[in-house]
């Protein structure tokens, strides 16, 4: 008897399998949001929901989280800790601020099947010192050194987003910030991949910091195969 298959459901299976082959030679994938955007956010629970089919061996960094919280991300992913402990633990509302509904499903989805998440950003206590003293003149864990430089391209850009934002007064503390933010994020990316080289990194970032941690992970490591959906 033959079964009748929808060309829905067929082309739907065929979007699957092109995406898990498309991805499975890379390992890291960035995928970018504009924090606000509801679609980017069903994107990247699309993304991890369907890398998991095909590839249990998955770690979820995520910018929503500064690193020095890693401790609450484990326990809520483990169950140990409610979601309003966890929201209050990680300082989410103070330190990101951006609708925590629009990072629930993720979450949760990890929390039913156990896949680590991994926070990312760069403590706020850093940036202030940084803003002050210059990145040059800060010693820490988050940012180890040789610090890289912004590129040419980076800093062209950088002065672009400056003309929309006529309040940002010291140029070189706004270049200091964005490249720390970035390079943290990037070596805790580089850091994960040392240390399980077997999982793949799927981190969800801001898009203005995909193209930027990229670059910073082929100056860590130029032999990691990084792929960015924005």
Not at 71 to 94: H, R
Not at 203 to 214: L, N, R, S
């Amino acid at each position: 008897m033959k079964v009748y298959i929808s060309p829905i459901v067929v082309f739907i299976i065929g979007l699957i399998l092109t995406f898990s082959n498309t991805l499975k030679g890379y390992d890291v994938i960035l995928v970018g949001e504009i924090h606000t955007d509801e679609n980017d956010h069903r994107i990247q629970l699309s993304v991890l929901q369907d890398f998991y089919k095909y590839d249990k061996k998955i770690i979820v960094g995520m910018e929503m989280f500064q690193q020095q919280f890693q401790q609450y991300l484990d326990d809520y992913i483990d169950g140990k800790i409610s979601e309003k402990e966890f929201l209050e633990k990680t300082e989410y509302k103070k330190r990101w601020g951006f609708d925590f509904n629009y990072y629930k499903a993720i979450l949760d989805f990890a929390r039913e099947n156990r896949i680590r998440v991994v926070a990312l950003n760069i403590p706020s206590e850093v940036l202030k010192d940084i803003k002050e003293k210059g990145i040059e003149n800060i010693n820490s864990d988050y940012l180890p050194k040789p610090i890289p430089k912004l590129s040419k391209q980076e800093v062209e850009e950088l002065k672009e987003v400056m003309k929309n934002h006529p309040q940002i007064k010291n140029t070189q503390a706004f270049f200091d910030i964005q490249l720390a933010w970035n390079y943290s994020m990037a070596y805790k990316i580089y850091s994960l991949k040392k240390q399980y080289p077997d999982y793949k990194i799927i981190a969800f970032v801001g898009k203005g910091h995909t193209e930027g941690i990229k670059r910073l992970l082929g100056i860590l490591d130029s032999n990691l195969r990084v792929f960015i959906y924005n």
